[in-house]
């Protein structure tokens, strides 16, 4: 499964942007989907994910800010972002699994496939 992530930019803190992520074949109901992101001198950082039946998990900081959501009849996932902080500066990542539980879609060893990322600049 290839992963092609978009949708990121330079933006001021408080916007929104809306990221997307396109799988090179039918993914929902067979994989786990997420988002993940990277700043510069840290470890990669969960973000949000489905799991296969479609329940989602959030982390803390993101939790009523970000919303993941996917489009079945156009295989995209989305990551809408709003309320942005400069702390949500990151290359953000999608990725995907198969067989991922709940409890594990928070580990970013649960996935198989990645995208190659895109950039999320937030200025305060």
């Known amino acids: 499964v290839q992963l092609q992530a978009s949708g990121g930019g330079l933006v001021q803190a408080g916007a929104s942007l809306k990221l997307s992520c396109v799988p090179s074949q039918r993914t929902f109901g067979r994989y786990a989907m997420g988002w993940f992101r990277q700043a510069p001198g840290k470890q990669r950082e969960f973000v949000a994910a489905?799991?296969?039946?479609?329940?989602?998990r959030y982390i803390d900081s993101v939790r009523g800010r970000f919303t993941i959501s996917r489009d079945t009849a156009k295989n995209t996932m989305y990551l809408q972002m709003n309320s942005l902080k400069p702390e949500d500066t990151a290359v953000y990542y999608c990725a995907a699994g198969p067989g991922v539980i709940w409890s594990e879609l928070h580990r970013s060893g649960s996935y198989d496939y990645w995208g190659q990322g895109t950039q999320v600049t937030v200025s305060s």
């Open positions: 489905f799991n296969l039946s479609g329940s989602t």
